[in-house]
């Protein structure tokens, strides 16, 4: 029992040891309102005690992600948020064991116990130290007071937003705005938060990665070539420096022009000088392009040239990569064959690109959007081509693939792409470059697909299958390949066609034991018996389609390219060339989560910058 009087002298606080947290969680699952399961990123569990006795329990974690009214009161941009975040800690739980009323002011005074721990404590578990302290309190069930006599200050109320739980970030509508109370735990935090350039004695967690790609060719360097479109009257800010600018800040996650505004802010003298960044002279100071300034710049550079410059320097390291390695096999086998090499390409409509317009009766009319037809090297994951394009999806889309493969003639790369591009002109102009290609039959060429299904031969090459059980479901994968094709007597009238393979799908879900209506597709390939075996063949089916989560994916959720408001003229297409660079460049260094490899960047600009100058 707690004694109705309590003397609150004798009121200590202290951090919770790891033998009692179990009987902390499971006090805070019984007793407070919103329960108990876990804390997120760091933590520190607190008891309020009077001698053996536990009267309340403090519970902080890290600070929220989004919160507009504390962004408010602090003043601090998006990039500032992003990299100071770990100096504010969040009290998301604190219970009394007791009835309020019983208890006079013991809740303000475990409160400001609670506060004088806090930055020690947190500095001594997490290394990190803490400026600011901020809770939320539900209006409908407390009114606060208790903070208000700590002397925590108000700054607002939330939207009513929620992490929804589980899978990828996401907020949920539960309609309850809750007021939000901050503390600072110095004199100055507010100004310290938002101050231009962090605080030296400042150490904030750093990613243990070490980004030091060798050997390869400068970027900076490379963007030399991108001609100059603007006037040389009031040059401020060299187009290379400008660029690097922009794919640093991509790299870094960031989404508008605002943030990359931001960003270049936040860079230090010695990098911006290394980059060739405009010096004031009233200063001596090296200044980032301001948000007019990005307006101007990025309205007038050559997008087309862009994308091409952009994606030859990814294939550069690629292909020069892959060659050595591939040397390097040969040798250590006997072998001098070079393993199969596969390009997939796959178009996408550019967010936001999409607008309406009025004819000249006033009636709206709707322009085709604009697309980008994207070359994904299937080894290494990395965009080795890319071109912008606009009009009808069927015919603008083949035109674009016929004049995007022409960077890889006489290669014998083998191209993969869709049903779409299952088409007489395109297969005629990859024979003609030299190139393979292995391609999906489907109704959109009704001949070819009774040709290939009634004349089918089972003869030459065994069945080869494949079982997955990942995604809670069991997939098997089965191929069989026909005869070499007599070119003398075709019964598949397409040009160019060796083989015709059948790949038929089953799925059965592990929970239900339901099976999936088994699927089967025809393809078509340039490949000889002795260029390609079952294997290949259906890896590179089941490889096409790595375009769709290891670009397209990507780019809409990490990279953040749903959510971008640039739609106007070249501009969205100059930024989905410069995403697919910043996924390259982080597959080209194996990374395996790229969203969490841009928010640790996010925290280092300089850092980013320096990537793109080794």
């Not at 990005?294 to 690629?318: F, G, M, N, P, S």
């Not at 996408?348 to 009319?365: E, F, N, T």
């Not at 098997?476 to 083989?499: C, K, M, N, Q, W």
């Not at 390259?584 to 990374?591: D, K």
Request: proline fraction near 6%; charge should be positive.
């Amino acid at each position: 029992m707690i004694p109705n009087e309590i003397p609150l002298r004798e009121v200590q606080v202290r951090t919770v040891r790891p033998d009692e947290e179990p009987r902390w969680n499971e006090l805070m699952r019984q007793h407070h309102y919103l329960g108990f399961r876990n804390f997120c990123g760091k933590r520190l569990r607190q008891v309020a005690v009077l001698g053996d006795q536990w009267l309340a329990l403090i519970g902080w974690h890290a600070a929220a992600l989004h919160c507009a009214a504390r962004d408010r009161w602090i003043g601090w941009t998006s990039l500032q948020r992003r990299q100071r975040l770990f100096l504010v800690a969040n009290q998301s739980r604190f219970l009394l064991l007791c009835e309020a009323g019983s208890c006079p002011h013991l809740a303000s005074r475990v409160l400001g116990l609670s506060l004088r721990q806090l930055p020690r404590e947190w500095l001594r578990l997490h290394a990190a130290p803490l400026l600011l302290a901020e809770t939320f309190v539900d209006p409908s069930h407390f009114e606060g007071t208790c903070y208000r006599a700590a002397n925590w200050i108000e700054v607002g109320s939330t939207q009513g937003f929620g992490r929804v739980r589980g899978g990828a970030i996401g907020y949920h509508s539960h309609g309850v705005p809750k007021r939000v109370f901050v503390y600072p735990l110095r004199r100055n935090a507010r100004q310290q938060l938002a101050a231009t350039q962090p605080h030296p004695h400042w150490q904030p967690h750093r990613p243990c990665i070490m980004l030091q790609p060798s050997q390869w060719r400068s970027l900076f360097a490379y963007l030399d070539q991108i001609p100059e479109t603007r006037k040389r009257r009031g040059l401020r800010y060299p187009l290379r420096t400008a660029l690097t600018i922009l794919i640093a800040a991509r790299l870094a996650g960031q989404q508008n022009l605002t943030e990359l505004c931001d960003f270049g802010r936040a860079l230090s003298q010695a990098t911006l000088a290394a980059i060739g960044s405009r010096r004031r002279p009233q200063t001596g100071r090296y200044e980032a392009p301001g948000i007019s300034s990005w307006h101007y710049i990025l309205k007038r550079i050559d997008a087309a040239e862009v994308e091409r410059l952009l994606a030859a320097w990814t294939a550069e390291q690629v292909f020069d990569e892959e060659e050595d390695s591939a040397e390097g096999e040969a040798a250590d086998s006997g072998d001098s064959e070079a393993p199969l090499q596969a390009i997939a390409i796959d178009g996408k409509v550019l967010r936001g690109s999409y607008d309406r317009d009025l004819d000249a009766a006033g009636q709206p009319r709707d322009k085709a959007p604009q697309q980008q037809l994207s070359a994904l090297e299937i080894h290494s994951g990395t965009v080795v081509g890319q071109l912008g394009f606009t009009g009808q999806k069927d015919d603008a889309e083949g035109a674009a693939l016929r004049q995007l493969v022409e960077q890889f003639a006489g290669t014998g790369i083998c191209m993969t792409a869709d049903a779409l591009h299952t088409q007489r002109p395109t297969v005629e102009k990859l024979l003609a470059l030299q190139l393979n290609f292995a391609l999906t039959v489907k109704d959109n060429q009704p001949t070819l697909l009774e040709e290939v299904r009634d004349g089918f031969h089972w003869d030459c090459m065994p069945a080869y299958t494949t079982t997955d059980g990942d995604h809670g479901r069991i997939e098997t994968r089965s191929i069989r390949v026909s005869d070499e094709l007599d070119p003398a007597v075709p019964y598949v009238h397409f040009p160019g066609v060796r083989l015709v393979a059948q790949v038929r799908r089953e799925v059965t879900y592990k929970k239900t034991g339901k099976q999936r209506q088994p699927e089967t597709v025809y393809l078509v390939t340039s490949l000889g018996p002795e260029q390609v075996t079952p294997q290949q063949l259906l890896h590179l089916n089941r490889s096409h389609w790595g375009i769709e989560n290891r670009v397209h994916y990507v780019r809409d959720v990490a990279v953040g390219e749903d959510k971008c408001r640039i739609r106007k003229g070249p501009l969205p297409r100059l930024m989905a060339a410069v995403s697919n660079l910043a996924i390259s460049i982080l597959r080209l260094l194996e990374t395996k989560n790229i969203q969490r490899r841009m928010s640790q960047l996010s925290l280092d600009p300089d850092g980013a910058v320096a990537l793109l100058l080794s």
